[in-house]
C-alpha cells in the first residue's frame, strides 16, 4: 500500500529555480491567508450583518485553525500517490468555494462549514509546500523557494488583509470574499498550467509520521519548534494590550507599530530567504531568542517608544520568516521525508496556535498581559535551546 523509498531529490529536482512557479504558489499562499484572517478585519461587519455576536462571528477563524489542525498532518496518508500539483488546484478550489460561500450565503452554520474547507485547504497547502518547492528549484536552493510561499504569507498580512478590509469599509464586507474567491480561482487554473507535475516525495503512512519523529534530534526540533510558535502566539495575540501600556498613546500609534511588525516579516522572508540555505541552523536559535528579547523590550521599555518600535519590527522581521527557518531544516535534514516533516511542521503550528488561544486569554484575563509575554518569552528560549540541541545531535550522528 505504502513505501518508504526515498524520493530522488537530486534526479528530479530542475538544474536553477522555475521563478514562474514559484510566483503562482506566492499568489496562492497571498490569496489563502488573505482569506483566512480577513474576517479579523471585517468582525463587526459581519456580525451585524448576519445577525450574531462579535464572539460568534470570531469561531470563522477559530473553525480555520482547527481544520488545519486535523488535515496537516492526515492529508498525506488520505492522498498518498495523488500528484501535489493537482492537490493544490484542488486546495485552490476549495479555497475559492469557501469565499464564494462566505459571500453570498446568510447562515452562520454554512459559513462555518465552509471556512472548515478553507482551514483543509490550507493546511493542504503549507503540508505539500516543501515538495513543490524541491520541485521547483535544486536541492541546495530549497529554502530559497520556500521563501516564495512564506513571502505570500507576509504580503497578506501587510497588504491582503488591510485592502480586503479597505474594500469592505467603501463597499461591502461580502464584496471582499467575493473579489477574493474569484482571485484565488483564477490562482487555481494558473497552478494547474505553469506548475510542473509534483509526483508525491513518498507514499505517505502514520507509520512513516512516527519514523520521522524517531530520527535522531527530529522530536526535540519539532518540540522546539511547537515552544516558539507557542510563545510567539501567547505573546502576539494581546500584543495590542502590550502596547497599550505605552504613556499617553494613541490608537493611531498602535496602528503604525502594528504595521511595523508586518513590514518587518515581509523584509525578514526575503532577506532570510536569501541566506537560510546556509544558516538554518543558526537562524533556528538566533531567531527565536531575538523574539524573546523583542517581546521583553516591549514589555519592560514602554515609555521608549522607538525602542519599543524597534522590537516590533525586529520581532515580526524574525518570527515571519520562522516558517522558512524549518521547512529549510526539513529540506536539508530528512530530504527522503519531506511531506512527512512538512505535515509534522504544519501539524506543531496549528498545535500551537490552538493551545494559544485557549490558554492565552484566560491567562491574560487571570494575571495580566505581563505575565503572558513572560510565559511567551520563556517558551522562546526553551524552543531556542531545545533546536540547539536537536541540531547538535544529529551533528554528532552524521
Do not use: C, K
Amino acid at each position: 500500500m505504502t513505501t518508504t523509498a526515498p524520493v530522488p531529490t537530486s534526479l528530479s529536482a530542475p538544474p536553477s529555480m522555475r521563478y514562474g512557479g514559484l510566483i503562482v504558489v506566492m499568489l496562492l499562499s497571498f490569496l489563502l491567508v488573505t482569506a483566512e484572517f480577513l474576517p479579523n478585519g471585517v468582525l463587526t461587519e459581519m456580525a451585524a450583518s448576519l445577525g450574531i455576536t462579535p464572539g460568534q462571528a470570531g469561531q470563522t477563524v477559530t473553525v480555520t485553525a482547527l481544520a488545519g489542525l486535523l488535515v496537516a498532518p492526515t492529508v498525506g496518508l488520505l492522498l498518498p500517490r495523488l500528484d501535489r500539483r493537482t492537490l493544490l488546484v484542488l486546495a485552490a478550489a476549495a479555497a475559492a468555494l469557501s469565499s464564494l460561500v462566505v459571500a453570498i450565503v446568510p447562515s452562520l452554520v454554512a459559513i462555518l462549514i465552509a471556512r472548515f474547507l478553507l482551514g483543509a485547504a490550507i493546511s493542504s497547502f503549507w503540508s505539500m509546500s516543501i515538495t513543490v518547492a524541491a520541485r521547483l528549484s535544486s536541492p541546495e536552493r530549497i529554502g530559497r523557494a520556500v521563501m516564495f510561499g512564506s513571502a505570500g504569507l507576509s504580503l497578506a498580512t501587510v497588504a491582503g488583509v488591510p485592502l480586503g478590509v479597505a474594500l469592505s469599509e467603501a463597499l461591502d464586507w461580502r464584496l471582499a470574499f467575493l473579489l477574493v474567491a474569484v482571485a484565488t480561482a483564477t490562482v487555481g487554473i494558473a497552478v494547474r498550467v505553469v506548475l510542473p507535475p509534483v509526483p508525491a516525495a513518498a507514499a505517505s503512512s502514520l507509520g512513516i509520521l512516527v519514523d520521522t519523529l524517531r530520527r535522531r534530534g527530529v522530536a526535540g526540533g519539532m518540540v522546539g519548534h511547537v515552544l516558539v510558535v507557542l510563545g510567539h502566539f501567547l505573546a502576539y495575540t494581546y500584543v495590542r494590550l502590550s502596547l497599550e501600556r505605552i504613556p499617553d498613546v494613541e490608537a493611531g500609534t498602535i496602528v503604525l507599530l502594528l504595521a511595523l511588525f508586518g513590514v518587518g516579516g515581509f523584509v525578514g522572508n526575503i532577506l532570510v530567504g536569501i541566506i537560510v540555505d546556509r544558516a538554518f541552523a543558526r537562524l533556528a536559535v538566533v531567531g527565536p531568542l531575538v523574539i524573546a528579547l523583542a517581546v521583553a523590550t516591549v514589555v519592560l521599555l514602554p515609555s521608549a517608544v522607538g525602542a519599543v518600535a524597534a522590537a516590533v519590527l525586529v520581532w515580526g522581521f524574525f518570527f515571519s520568516s520562522w516558517l522558512i527557518i524549518v521547512n529549510t531544516w526539513v529540506g536539508h535534514r530528512m530530504p527522503d521525508r519531506l511531506e512527512a516533516g512538512g505535515s509534522l511542521i504544519v501539524t506543531g503550528f496549528q498545535l500551537a496556535i490552538t493551545i494559544a488561544a485557549g490558554l492565552g486569554g484566560l491567562l491574560v484575563d487571570a494575571a495580566g498581559v505581563v505575565t503572558v509575554d513572560a510565559i511567551g518569552i520563556l517558551l522562546l528560549v526553551i524552543g531556542a535551546v531545545l533546536f540547539g540541541l536537536s541540531l547538535r545531535r544529529r551533528s554528532l550522528a552524521g
